[in-house]
């Protein structure tokens, strides 16, 4: 099973890049990373994971409020299905969205592109 998180500094940003599959077993490392990052702004980049089981949003959550009671800003940089997830599960709703490698925010792509309602 291929993961790996490695970490890196941009001034006061920290950027966590995730690659592989995010289930049970990488979770603790994943969680462990997230607990001894420092600077104002954490980037998740969840943009190479190939599968994120919808079990361990709770690490983001945790780190997300980790950050807030830090008075430090969080953000997860995903693309594809884990957007997908990100975005089902209204995460993106509570926390800064960034897709893919162009940075962009995820809100302001939903603004251009809305998703037609449809009854229930």
Known sequence: MLFNVSERREGDQTVLSVLGDVDLATLPELAGRIARTHGDLLV?????????D???????????LRCV???RRFAIRCVGRTRDL??????DQIM?????????????????????????
């Open 44 to 52: 998740v980049d969840l943009s190479d994971v190939d599968y994120f």
């Open 54 to 64: 919808p079990l361990c949003l709770g690490v983001l959550i945790a780190g997300h």
């Open 69 to 71: 009671r830090a008075d």
């Open 86 to 91: 990100i975005h089902e599960s209204g995460l």
């Open 96 to 120: 800064t969205v960034l897709d893919g490698a162009d940075g962009t925010d995820g809100a302001e792509r939903e603004a251009e592109n809305p998703t037609p309602e449809t009854d229930v």
